[in-house]
């Protein structure tokens, strides 16, 4: 199978999706060219820096029978943005008794490790997660992000879309037919029988490497990669669970208030999935703390693969 | 083209309809029948009813907190109205939305807005759609002088100035933000001089004339539809209520300020213009006592209605 970026398979699954329906308009500071040239002006809008003006445009041309993609670029420009996102997208299909549709995908890039700083340096989905009325897509293949983003741009719901700035340039299989990936369904990228290590977006990288490393030392890993945080795959992950009885979440977030502390909650508050635990869960997240732009401190404050073989090694080792 | 008689007396009609709804909707928060947070649009209405009406089915409004006028010049039906307003499951928003959250997409009305500014972001999209349409369609955004010290006023004027959206941008200066009066929070005298700023036409009209608003509007939006860009059109108004229907908000408008302003009633205007047009008295107490059955009906409807099962909450978060 051929092998192409993860940014590559996102133009892909805008231009695939373009070409089908001619409903579907884009905006975004700075132009896609690929996108430009082929559809042009009218569809393919270059804003200026004015994030809550097109994210609510793209409300009001969902609205009004187009499907909007609106790119926000990075994930911090969003929050200038947030009553758009938060107040109107989410909650405008329910205040209005659903009599309308309101198809748009929204693109936000997250993540750390880029010495950007602080500001630059976010990664805000779980605050997303707590608005009901979005649908929050976090692809961490190329293949994934493909066929999430195709599903997205045919959903008839506000969806964004997080999307993990060291992501970019890695490389996939991802195959020359149409597929799409559906919403809701995690999966499984190494199977295991002794812990559960379920991780978002870039940390699945590191818990493969970590798995592995466990591996060596007897520990069976099964890890799984949710790939849509709402709707969330429960059921694939308290089966995992059931089987192994051990759980370590991954994500590179603030611990508080996580997806990481949602994903441990649903798994626990689960009376059968409760009974078979042998061990503690575990989180391993990023620090409470802005990130900070110095590169010894930075790689500190972000989850790395010894730190989560450590804790897949711990649960591991846990007498009950 | 003056505003011939037959046109007079549908802007009467409408002015009417919303300034006795909203008695009675009043009345009803009086007797505890209606609950929440309900904003009047009474001394208002000419701006409603003189735009609207020259704006076809299929051009789409956006609107604010102070929303019921705009429904109901833009043609939506009282009854559902009212029920809504009730919380009734025959609502606009099967109960969902409320006084607030009105809408009603088949008429082009996209909703009331509970935050001050949003629904202008969301209005540039309508306005991006009727240009996307090419059907000669306009998209028409109602807000107040508080609004217009929001960004997103200055976000949506300039992206729709940028793209020459078929876009009205309605100022509904009525004097104060809530209980903040425009002379203090709005720094300059007008409103409408703000949109040389943005490279586009701004208009002042007196928004309790509803001859003088219909005329200005009929050019404004003839023009914006031919494609001439986005305008901006300030009417200099009043609310006669408190900012909202709670009968321990203060309201510390000056007296004698309220009372001058209800001597410039519109509706009372336009019946003086109608008797020295040859309308006699007798047609005029008809049309209102016609538009006071029609209200009765709509509370009968409002009150027979069954409130929605509280599982109906469940429904509507997404759109299928």
Redesign the interface.
Known sequence: MRRITYNQASVEALQEEFRKNDKL?HMAEDLQPELFEEFGG??V?M??I?E???????????????R?VADVRMATFAF?AF??FV??AAK???????????PILYRQRNGLGASAAAQHSVNPYSMYMNV??L?IIIPSTPYDVKGLLKTAMRD??PVISFEHMELGMVEGNVPEEEYTVPFGKASIMRRGSDVTVVALSLMVYHALGAAEDAGKQGVSVEVIDPRTLVPLDVETIRNSVAKTGRLVVVDEACKTCSAASEILSVVVEDADTFRSLKAPTRRVCGLDVPVPFSPPMEKYAIPDRERIAEAIMQVAGFKS | METDRNELMKLHRTMLTIRRFEERVSLEYARGNVLGYVHLYIGQEAVAAGVCNNLRIDDRIVSSHRGHGHSIAKGADIKRMMAEIYGKKTGYCKGKGGSMHIADFSIGMLGANGIVGAGMPIAVGAGLAAQLEKKEGVAAVFFGDGASQEGEFHESMSLAAIWKLPLIFVCENNLYASGTPARYAVPTKDIYTKAESYGMPGVVVDGNDVVAVNEVARELVAKTRKGGGPVLLECKTYRWHTHFELAPFPDLRPKEEVESWMKKCPIAAMEKRLLAAGTSEKEISDMNNGILERIEAAVKYAEESPFPDPEDALEDVYSS
């Open positions: 308009v009218d569809r809008r804003t200026p004015s809550s003006a097109f994210v609510g445009a793209a409300i009001g041309l969902a609205g009004s029978g187009f909007a200038v009553d758009q107040n109107q405008i299909t329910y205040m209005f008794g659903g009599q309308a549709k309101f009901a009325g649908k008839n719901n």
